[in-house]
Every structure is written in C-alpha cells, then in structure tokens.
C-alpha cells in the first residue's frame, strides 16, 4: 500500500485443544521454525516464536494490509496442517478457539523475546494457566472466565 508506514508489534498466545496433544520437546523446535515461516510467508516480520507443552507464543511485525483474526487463522490453521502431517501426535492435533493478541512498544520487543525463547524455564515455576491471567491482567483486558482457553495444570 503506497505511502502507508507502520511499525505494529503483536504477542499473541494460543493453546492446544484436548489434554492428551501436548507439544513435544522432540518436535517443538521444529513447529517454531515451521510457525516462523508461515509468519515471514504472510508478509509479517516473525520477531519470535516460542512455547511449551500446550500453547504457543509468537511475536511479530504486524503488517497493515491484515486482519489480526485473519492472520492468527493463517498461522493456526497452516501450523496444525503440518503437524498432522508429520503425524507427531496421535489422532489429530487442534488448536483451541481464539487467541490472546497484546500490542507492544518496540521498545518492549527484546524483554518479550527473551520471554518468549525462555518459556521451559518459566514454566517450572508458573503455570500456562498462571502466565496467561498475569498477561490480560497486565494488559487490562476484560474477559469472561467461561471464554477462557482450557488450562491443563
């Protein structure tokens, strides 16, 4: 788009549906790198992409001419493709309904990639359930509680 500049930050979180689909250590590093390239294939500048056993964190360059609920579906739908593909889990794997999608400063963007890359640290110490109300917390976001991602603790 002509004369349109813009520097759009987005950390967003999404979670895997069903309790018995949890992302493996084995295979994790491989869906970041793949979730990466679907981030960069949308025309978005992928900052990071990190996570633990059921969710996911991204951040990225959001660009303009995108609909943050288009793109999430781009990287949720694209990302849960392959991972059936490569039949990592048994059955199939999905993601759960919605997404958590913060906006940053940049100047905030080394804090949360370092966040971000260290979630198996983090996550001895606090849970997903935990990480995710500390987040819409922060962030003062309303929400109903029967909305909310299933936590597996």
């Known amino acids: 788009m002509a004369n349109t500049y813009s520097q759009i930050t987005i950390h967003a979180v999404f979670a895997v549906k069903h309790r018995e689909n ?5 295979w994790r590093d ?14 978005s500048k992928s900052l990071a992409v990190g996570g633990w056993k059921d969710h996911v964190h991204i951040l990225f360059g959001m660009p303009v001419t995108t609909w943050i609920a288009d793109f ?15 039949e990592f889990v048994k059955g199939k794997l ?4 919605g997404y958590g999608a913060f ?9 949360v ?6 979630q198996e ?4 110490a606090k849970t997903f ?3 995710y109300l500390k987040m819409l917390s922060d962030f003062e976001v309303e929400y109903d509680e029967k909305y909310l991602f299933e936590f597996y603790d």
């Open 22 to 26: 949890f992302i493996l250590k084995s």
């Open 30 to 43: 491989n869906l970041h790198k793949y979730i990466a390239g679907i981030i960069t294939k949308a025309e």
């Open 72 to 86: 999430m579906s781009i990287v949720k739908a694209n990302s849960s493709k392959w991972i059936n593909e490569q």
């Open 94 to 97: 999905e993601w759960q309904a």
């Open 103 to 111: 906006s940053l400063a940049k100047s905030q963007r080394d804090i």
């Open 113 to 118: 990639i370092k966040y971000i890359m260290n």
């Open 121 to 124: 640290a983090h996550h001895k």
């Open 129 to 131: 359930k935990e990480e």
